[in-house]
């Protein structure tokens, strides 16, 4: 399921012959993680039948980004990560300001699975506490990615199986518990409160570049693999929101801790327990997966682009969350809620830009080319700007 970083694998057997089908699931596996626990809090709060459109809207915003990102790859002869290609269209700051997004990003990601993952075992089991469930993560996957592997794309193709059949499994034997009383109308209120949650749960644009890696002598399929890699999320988020918010309602969700407001941990509390176990369980996978490769995703920008010894790159990239994690210095939806607003927004507004210069500037004709998309790309530069401008002013 995971190879040495640096040595893309060559896959044999099914993997060969289906290389597109392991490029959407990196993706998909990129995008799901700890975002998906984090949605039907926020939408049970605005409303449903609002926050379903936001996931809509959003998810196919995302989707075009990761064809703009796919693009510039495929017009890139030498191999980056997202700050190099923004640099490389961009010029410093460019590659600046999206080193900053990828930091706010990952450093964010990083975080919240943490804490998720902490309180999902804690859940679970019962024992200890949440701190320290989340300090055993913490060392079994940093030996892991120090260990020098990377996901190939397996693991993830697995995962989307078994989360799809888990998201059936509760909607068929939950659907009893659905209480339309839940489905509450719009709230103004909280209309701001889902735009960070539900575009941290979209956030995946450093796994295009691994997918370009994975489809080496087969990169017309990136394409194909972006869109569906993309329209999945979408579903399994449309369905997700639909029956938890159902269950559990926002009157349960608001009698639990802020970090027992995850999805999963709600649902064990409030739907069939073997239920709520699984879920857990795939929450877990999850977010263990999307940990590894973003995770890997911060170490490669340290080595390859800033040319830093490996010991500093693991260093700068897993000291920080554990930090903030160890202090007890924010919740899973607020980390989610803030990372989403700057990281994605500001990673949108670059890849915008860096598009339209690589229009230009590319040196290798793509395997695909989209439009031009200058009223599309304009909209999604003010929409981004109007975000981060709002949370900076709900943070002061």
Not at 13 to 35: C, E, N, W, Y
Not at 245 to 254: A, L, Q, T
Request: a positive charge; proline letters at 4%.
């Amino acid at each position: 399921m995971y190879e040495k970083r640096g040595n893309p694998k060559q896959h044999k057997g099914f993997f060969a012959k289906h290389r597109g089908l392991v490029a959407t699931a990196t993706l998909f596996g990129t995008i799901v993680g700890a975002g998906i626990l984090g949605i039907p809090y926020v939408v049970a709060k605005a409303g449903l039948l609002y926050g379903l459109i936001l996931i809509l809207l959003f998810g196919f915003t995302i989707m075009m980004l990761n064809f703009f990102s796919g693009e510039v790859v495929l017009r890139t002869k030498t191999q980056h990560q997202l700050p190099g290609y923004a640099e490389k269209y961009l010029g410093k700051n460019g590659k600046r300001f999206m080193m900053l997004s990828m930091l706010i990003s990952i450093y964010g990601a990083l975080t919240a699975y943490l804490i998720g993952q902490g309180n999902t075992f804690y859940t679970l089991f019962k024992i200890w506490s949440p701190l320290t469930f989340s300090i055993i993560f913490f060392i079994i996957t940093f030996l892991i990615i120090y260990r020098g592997v990377k996901a190939t794309g397996r693991a993830e193709l697995i995962l989307i199986s078994l989360l799809i059949l888990v998201v059936i499994a509760i909607g068929v034997f939950s659907a009893n518990k659905i209480d339309s009383s839940n489905f509450s109308s719009f709230n103004p209120t909280f209309f701001f409160l889902p735009y960070g949650v539900i575009l941290f749960a979209f956030a995946g644009m450093p796994a295009v570049p691994e997918m370009q890696e994975q489809l080496m002598g087969q990169k017309k399929k990136l394409k194909k693999a972006i869109m569906w890699g993309s329209i999945l999320p979408i579903i399994l988020y449309l369905a997700f929101a639909f029956i938890i918010v159902g269950v559990i309602g926002i009157e349960n969700f608001d009698a639990l801790q802020p970090n027992e407001q995850i999805a999963t941990i709600a649902l064990s509390y409030y739907s069939v327990p073997l239920l709520g176990l699984f879920a857990n369980l795939l929450a877990i996978l999850a977010m263990f997966t999307s940990y590894l490769t973003l995770g890997i995703a911060l170490l490669e920008v340290y080595e390859y682009d800033y040319h830093l010894p490996k010991w500093v790159s693991f260093v700068a990239t897993f000291s920080l969350p554990l930090l903030v994690v160890l202090l007890d210095l924010t919740s899973f939806i607020t980390v989610l809620g803030i990372t989403g607003a700057f990281a994605v927004g500001l990673e949108g507004i670059i890849v915008v830009l860096m598009y339209w210069k690589a229009k230009v500037l590319g040196k290798r004709k793509p395997e695909y080319q989209m439009g031009n998309h200058k009223l599309l790309g304009s909209f999604l530069i003010l929409l981004f700007a109007v975000g981060i401008i709002y949370q900076i002013i709900q943070l002061i």
